[in-house]
């Protein structure tokens, strides 16, 4: 049986050059607020999005696979001729917030002439939305993209089945339904060992957004287990790498700041306890070389770095994006009123099993793999991770002077911007 011809020019519907993207080169931490502003951006990209996106670009790496990213000239004639097939990607394409970006894009994909390939892409349901309702605002717009994709001859790999019943309302029901590739980019071996591990030496590398720093759930995590770390993605970036950003010390200024982030969020970041990594491959070897006991926290990727570190992850659900990726992997989830069933930390880790996501996984991969190869993109998945993990990694504090310096003006009132930080969650009802 003679094998179908792979796809070998390949166009990314993406700007390359942003430093959200950037893979192929270690972050210089020194020079990345002036990178940024160049860009474009006003604060810091979400670093979690360079997990998806290595992960695709590592599976489908081979030696005869040329790619380029669209450089958003409108020329596509030139696309049609010069490439084989597109790779969209588009994460929460099918929302409110997106349905701008959702028509454009089927726009441009009714002028192609070749497949277009949308990767791990769903919904994004605000907290009290249904399904129904994302149907009545965006229907008609979702079905004219997802039509436009298919008569491309293209295909679409859905993230969940949240994503899926939102298809199967549209009438779309033999949609595919594959997870996200980032969870692939080790190989299909990927299993979870929980270890037996004494309270005394737990450790949680803690994720989230700031908001969640000033709720009881997560203070509790750090006052009983001090060792803990929290890993942001985008919202600390000023604090550790924006050069002056912390010269200004008057007392007004440090009360703006526990406002902010709350007298957990400033805490950790004197004692050295906020990272933010723009380069996977650090925050992979990081975690793996830092005795973490678990993950725990919002952010799904911020969860699944520690798992392909082999470090055992506990999402806590905050809307459809997180719940579906977890629930489809059988990674243990909870929303944050089932999280009160346990005493602590500790005694959740105990009870989370992940025989499910083993015995599911290979399973999971065969089949992403499988939908890879009938689109043509792959013979087999490169199980061989082109960015690797660092060792030894150390922790860039750009603005570690500045930290220090605010650190003794805090330390002096340091009872009253507690006392200031319990009023304010109290005014505004946070638990």
Known sequence: MKKEKLVTKLLIYMRSNKSEYDIFNHTD?????????????????????????????????????????????????CVNESYDAVLMPCANIFSEEFVGKLVENTEFIRKLKIPVYVISCGIQLGQDESIDYLVSKIGKESADFIEAVYSTGGDICLRGY???????????????????????????????????????????????????LKTKLYRDVFKHYPQSEFFDQDEYGEYLYSPGFMTDRHIKKIIWHVRKNGYLGCNLLFDKKVNMFADVSDWI????????????????????VPILAGIPG???????????????????????NDLEKFKNLYELYETIDYSSFNLSYKEKYDKFEAFLRKCKLVENINEDNIFGMSSGVKKTIVNEKDIQKMESKYKTFKSLYWMLDKSLNIYHGIK
């Open 29 to 77: 931490y020194y020079s990345l607020k002036d990178r940024l502003q160049k860009e474009g951006y006003t604060g810091y990209p979400n670093y979690g999005n360079k997990v998806w996106y290595q992960g695709i670009i590592s599976e489908l790496y081979r030696d005869d696979l040329e790619y380029s990213f669209y450089d958003y000239s409108g020329n596509v004639d």
């Open 162 to 212: 949240i994503s899926k019943e939102f298809f199967d309302k549209l009438g779309f029901k033999d949609a595919f339904v594959g997870g996200c590739p980032s969870i692939y980019q080790t190989g299909r071996n990927l299993g979870i060992i929980k270890k037996t591990i004494s309270p005394d030496n737990f450790k949680v590398a803690v994720n989230g957004h700031n908001t969640e």
């Open 285 to 304: 070897g990081y975690l793996t070389e830092n005795n973490f006991s678990m993950s725990f926290g919002s952010r799904i990727h911020g969860n699944i």
């Open 314 to 336: 506990v999402v806590n659900s905050c809307d459809s994006r997180t719940l579906e990726i977890a629930q489809f992997y059988n990674i243990p989830c909870y929303s944050s």
